[in-house]
């Protein structure tokens, strides 16, 4: 369900300066293209996608990520919230310390009633810095495969499907998930 076009033909910034899709030269990306985020003062600003589903009552969302230089303060937020039949919304995430590294991250969601659909989201936890993010992706049930539900998860149609917002209350109150 990934879709979008070229990052080729795009340059430019999502909504928010902070985040910035990039070709990068590294054998460790996962993808030829990553979503770098940046900011030079503390920020709660996520990436986020809303993904219709039919079935299921467990998703997991997970995508590759690595700080731009060694930093113990370089955390990345990520979160997955889903949504019933009823509108009733339950909340995952949680915060992850990065490495030079691409390392796999990821958050899962269950709920006892049939998920109708899921956002997720991914960016700073109150913090600032550079990191890097690709191959986003949400797999049904506890673990990942090569399947992917989100749309652009490898960041190659620049910010195509992703919008900006802000961390939890955002998601949990106001998303017309």
Known sequence: MISGFSLEEVSGYFSSNSFNVEDIESSEAKTDYACRVSSAEPSTDTQKQTVTVNDGNAYTFSL??????AST???????ITAKDEDGSKTLESSSFSLTEDF???SVTVKKD???????VEFGFDENAGDFYVNNAQL????GTAPFNYIKNGSFNNSNENWSTATIVDETLNSEPV
């Open 64 to 69: 590759y990520a690595k700080s731009a230089e």
């Open 73 to 79: 303060t370089d955390k990345l937020y990520v979160a």
């Open 103 to 105: 390392e796999q991250y």
């Open 113 to 119: 009633t049939e998920i109708t659909s899921v956002t």
């Open 139 to 142: 797999e049904k049930g506890y």
